[in-house]
């Protein structure tokens, strides 16, 4: 046997160093050894040496560029180092030189969807498994811009098909987890990610899965501890080295606090810090500039920090943690207040303010965030005496309104969430889509309605029109079967049977 062929051997077996060595060896007797020179990098990429795998690949595609499985690895590589858009070039130019070469269309369908450009993504994968039918990477990389498209049966089908001809993958598992919750069977998804973790018990992404999924129903004492598992990830790894608190004596100490994702999930638990304070700790909150002026006054506060600045502290949490640590249920009650009142300049009896969209980057704003013509059901039942208030912030803050609306356009004036609360303060009531002013109403003790998607956020529960999270808060449910326009003809109907005795 060769010395090529002995590496080959070895790469084929699953033995990279064995392999890096055979091929290096091949190229110092043959430089120009254009085969050794792909599969050494390759092998490399695989090893997660992406920079030199480059280098090699780009070798190799001097001595032979119209081979266009070097182009396909090339692009991994690329992906591998942050280049994506090499990536994609690379990938489709081996399936322009090898059109029938269905990893090259995968991978580009991949690189694609990892930049959130699911549109153009969703070809090449099906081109991909038109090229091979029963094809599970690809099948899983469909499936999930299909569950991101709300094509939940197609993507469960497909994942099923994924699992059962590579049983052994804890990913495409986790994928059918995901598929199955998002199409609101929940029991099923939490049997989907316990498969997962039967083959990879350190798989993070479906011990947090499970956690949202025991959280979504209502079990604490599991999804708690399991939510912990969120912060393994490798971007907290020098955060949490050293310093965590888990819960023992903070007397006479200081303890930072630090939110760790959305401004929503930042107001939501921040109600802890005063529990923390309680224990004879010192607070400081860490947490994004927006916020800081809001948290300033939350009770048990010391101070705030942006991420990134020197503070000095004992020991240090993540907000998300403390329910796990303190071991405390939602602690229901209003914890933020305003410091300002805007003053609104009309003669209404009763003021509202709406925000209809979320994030455009949120994995489930697809759902969440409806246009604002959609309020009109609610316009239909006020007078003259009731005047609306656009808290929007964002590009859709210009969205058109409902005809005969009294919409008063503040939100885009807002520098920062203390802005928003004074507003809130001069509101009679707050109807908003699942974002992070439904959480600071909430938590300011506003009467607040929340819209919520079929597939909610594990915070909400599954079927309840209330919340132990925030006692002023009602939950109107948009259920899987129905149109998305009946939640707010019921909440058109609540709202009229509320306004003419102001028991909002």
């Known amino acids: 046997m060769s010395e090529f062929d002995q590496a080959l051997a070895d790469h084929r077996a699953g033995r990279l160093d064995e392999a890096l060595s055979g091929y290096r060896r091949v190229l110092d007797t043959n430089p120009d050894h254009a085969d050794a020179c792909h599969l050494l990098g ?20 001097l001595l032979s560029p119209r081979v266009g499985n ?13 280049d994506n858009e090499g990536a994609i070039r690379a990938f489709q130019t081996c399936a322009t030189i090898e059109p029938n070469n269905a990893d090259a269309f995968n991978n580009l369908g991949m690189v694609l969807s990892t930049q959130r450009r699911f549109a153009d993504a969703e070809s ?8 091979r039918p029963n094809y599970p990477a690809a099948q899983n990389n469909l499936a999930r811009i299909l569950v991101w498209s709300g094509v939940y049966d197609e993507a469960v089908s497909l994942l099923e098909s994924a699992c059962a001809a590579n049983d052994r993958n804890p990913d495409y598992w986790n994928s059918l987890g995901v598929a199955l919750r998002e199409a609101g069977k929940t029991e099923d998804a939490l049997v989907a990610f316990e498969r997962a973790l039967e083959r990879a018990p350190g798989l993070i992404d479906a011990h947090v899965n499970r956690a949202h999924i025991w959280l979504l129903l209502g079990d604490v004492d599991q999804g708690w501890p399991e939510h912990e598992w969120r912060l393994r990830r490798p971007r907290f790894a020098g955060r949490m080295a050293s310093r965590c608190w888990t819960g023992d004596d903070i007397d006479g100490r200081t303890c930072l606090l630090w939110a760790e994702q959305g401004f929503g999930d930042a ?7 005063s529990l923390v304070a309680a224990r004879g700790a010192r607070v400081i909150v860490e947490c994004a500039e927006p916020l800081a002026d809001l948290f300033e006054n939350v009770a048990g506060v010391s101070g705030t920090v942006r991420p990134g600045e020197d503070v000095s502290f004992d020991v240090h ?4 943690s403390l329910p796990c640590i303190l071991g405390a249920g939602p602690v229901g009650r209003a914890y933020i207040a305003s410091s300002a009142e805007v003053l609104l300049k009309d003669d209404a ?6 925000v209809w969209a979320g994030s455009p980057g949120h994995a489930n704003d697809r759902n969440r965030s409806h246009p604002l013509m959609s309020f009109a059901p609610l316009v239909n039942v006020t007078g003259s005496d009731t005047a609306f208030y656009g808290l929007q912030m964002g590009d859709a803050a210009d969205e058109a309104s409902p005809p005969a609306m009294r919409l008063n356009r503040i939100g885009q004036a807002f520098r920062n969430f203390s802005d928003t609360a004074a507003a809130i303060a001069g509101l009679d009531l707050v109807i908003t889509v699942d974002t992070a002013v439904a959480h600071l109403a909430g938590a300011m003790g506003k009467p607040t309605w929340v819209i919520i998607p079929p597939n909610p956020d594990w915070r909400w529960g599954l ?25 707010f003809e019921r909440m058109g109907t609540a709202l009229g049977n509320a306004l003419p005795s102001a028991q909002l």
Do not use: C
């Open 42 to 61: 390759l092998s490399l990429h695989q090893k997660g040496e992406n920079r030199l795998a480059v280098e090699l690949l780009n070798r190799a595609l």
């Open 70 to 82: 070097y182009h396909n690895s090339l692009g991994l590589a690329l992906h591998g180092v942050g």
């Open 124 to 131: 090449p994968l099906r081109r991909a498994l038109v090229l």
């Open 267 to 273: 107001i939501q638990f921040v109600r802890y810090a």
């Open 317 to 320: 949490a993540a907000l998300m």
């Open 349 to 354: 009896r009763y003021r509202i303010g709406l």
């Open 463 to 487: 079927s309840a029109d209330e919340t132990d999270w925030y006692p002023s808060m009602r939950l109107f449910r948009q259920n899987q079967e129905e149109d998305r326009s009946a939640v």
